[in-house]
T-cell receptor, first 118, second 115 residues
Framework: GAVVSQHPSRVICKSGTSVKIECRSLDFQATTMFWYRQFPKQSLMLMATSNEGSKATYEQGVEKDKFLINHASLTLSTLTVTSAHPEDSSFYIC??????????????FGQGTRLTVV | AQSVTQPDIHITVSEGASLELRCNYSYGATPYLFWYVQSPGQGLQLLLKYFSGDTLVQGIKGFEAEFKRSQSSFNLRKPSVHWSDAAEYFCAVGARPGGNEKLTFGTGTRLTIIP
């Protein structure tokens, strides 16, 4: 099957520091990866769409300078939360789509990263 | 813009009983509809999806869902639940505004199974 792995699964950081979250497709190549944020008892909200080799497309209201996304290879996308504050504490989830499958091919999800900013 | 409503935050069902999880969507065109399941500490797994054709869709793990355009609904059903079905379930609607695929998720329904 297709496996997407996120690292770390949990992270606690101090306010003002930056945190990097990795999303890897372990057994397939992904030209497109998606980053979501999930607040307690709320929906997954799409933050940005990441395409390999190009700039990410951010959703309205998402600060691209605060949430830096890099998709440098077909198997890795990273989300860096810069100058983190307590309100950035959340559950971040990525998903990845297989490069050789068409429109609305299944996106495989990572297990998520719980970020706590203290 | 599209939206999804899952009216039930938490449902408790006895093992072996039938299950129906509700999902209502709002979208101007023909929707692409999905159901995902999330177990604790794990990623989301696709249960089934509807794009077109037969409005009754069969998925994995014995789940099915029925698309009803007149009611803007895509309810998930299972005739007999197992303890392993306890998880969080998310309904999602897909759209491609400007060619960019986007999934909009509902708030989820937590399913508890009792013996």
């Amino acid at each position: 099957g297709a496996v997407v792995s996120q690292h770390p699964s949990r992270v606690i950081c101090k306010s003002g520091t930056s945190v990097k979250i990795e999303c890897r497709s372990l057994d397939f190549q992904a030209t497109t990866m998606f980053w979501y944020r999930q607040f307690p008892k709320q929906s997954l909200m799409l933050m940005a769409t990441s395409n390999e080799g190009s700039k990410a497309t951010y959703e309205q209201g998402v600060e691209k300078d605060k949430f830096l996304i890099n998709h440098a290879s077909l198997t890795l996308s990273t989300l860096t939360v810069t100058s983190a504050h307590p309100e950035d504490s959340s559950f971040y989830i990525c998903s990845a789509k297989h490069r050789d499958r068409g429109q609305w091919a299944e996106a495989f999800f990572g297990q998520g990263t719980r970020l706590t900013v203290v | 813009a599209q939206s999804v409503t899952q009216p039930d935050i938490h449902i408790t069902v006895s093992e072996g009983a039938s299950l129906e999880l509700r999902c209502n969507y709002s979208y101007g065109a023909t929707p692409y509809l999905f159901w995902y399941v999330q177990s604790p500490g794990q990623g989301l797994q696709l249960l089934l999806k509807y794009f077109s054709g037969d409005t009754l869709v069969q998925g994995i793990k014995g789940f099915e869902a029925e698309f009803k355009r007149s009611q803007s609904s895509f309810n998930l059903r299972k005739p007999s639940v197992h303890w392993s079905d306890a998880a969080e379930y998310f309904c999602a609607v897909g759209a491609r505004p400007g060619g960019n695929e986007k999934l909009t998720f509902g708030t989820g329904t937590r399913l508890t199974i009792i013996p």
